[in-house]
T-cell receptor, first 114, second 116 residues
């Protein structure tokens, strides 16, 4: 069964450093998403991406965040200057179409900012 | 805007028994979907069951079924014959069609513990 792959599974970074979280969506999917889950809390939408541009973003997704699909296969989330409160599980998801069919989550990247 | 509320922070059940997790939602959209996701200790998000709002029939997937009450905006998950592997955090989520590009809105989650 096709999977959404996220790397690394766990990343530790120092406060103020830039991090890039990587995702390889399912190959025929066109819609891409990032979600965040702070430990013990609910999963929160960050951003959706379609046709090489952001479709929708939440208020969490401020100027320190950016997304990119640099080579047609990877989908990345960059956090420019990490803060302690960015420590969370970050999930990538992809969908075949806009109507949520075949929507699949990756296994997540645990980001720890120290 | 959509909201999803899970009012049970924690639930427990004995193995082989039945448990029901509650969820209420609010949306102004007429076309929407509702989901239950399971998050085991590995923290992966696993789709358990999905319900299209336009379908009156409640969705069923093996031991998992939902009670979808559209007028009451209620979407509960019933787990029959509970197994130890069902121990996990369960999230209710909604998706609205229209202009939303696949954005899921999640509830706060319910921690389910299945006891032997």
């Amino acid at each position: 069964e096709p999977e959404v792959t996220q790397t690394p599974s766990h990343q530790v970074t120092q406060m103020g450093q830039e991090v890039i979280l990587r995702c390889v969506p399912i190959s025929n999917h066109l819609y891409f998403y990032w979600y965040r889950q702070i430990l013990g809390q609910k999963v929160e939408f960050l951003v959706s991406f379609y046709n090489n541009e952001i479709s929708e973003k939440s208020e969490i997704f401020d100027d320190q965040f950016s997304v990119e699909r640099p080579d047609g296969s990877n989908f990345t989330l960059k956090i420019r200057s990490t803060k302690l409160e960015d420590s969370a599980m970050y999930f990538c998801a992809s969908g075949r179409d806009r109507d949520i069919q075949g929507y699949t989550f990756g296994s997540g990247t645990r980001l720890t900012v120290v | 805007a959509q909201t999803v509320t899970q009012s049970q922070p924690e639930m427990s059940v004995q193995e082989a028994e039945t448990v029901t997790l509650s969820c209420t939602y609010d949306t102004s959209e007429s076309n929407y979907y509702l989901f239950w996701y399971k998050q085991p200790p590995s923290r992966q998000m696993i789709l358990v069951i999905r319900q299209e709002a336009y379908k009156q029939q409640n969705a069923t997937e093996n031991r998992f079924s939902v009670n979808f009450q559209k007028a009451a905006k209620s979407f509960s998950l019933k787990i029959s014959d509970s197994q130890l592997g069902d121990t996990a955090m369960y999230f209710c989520a909604s998706y609205a069609g229209g202009t939303s590009y696949g954005k899921l809105t999640f509830g706060q989650g319910t921690i389910l513990t299945v006891h032997p």
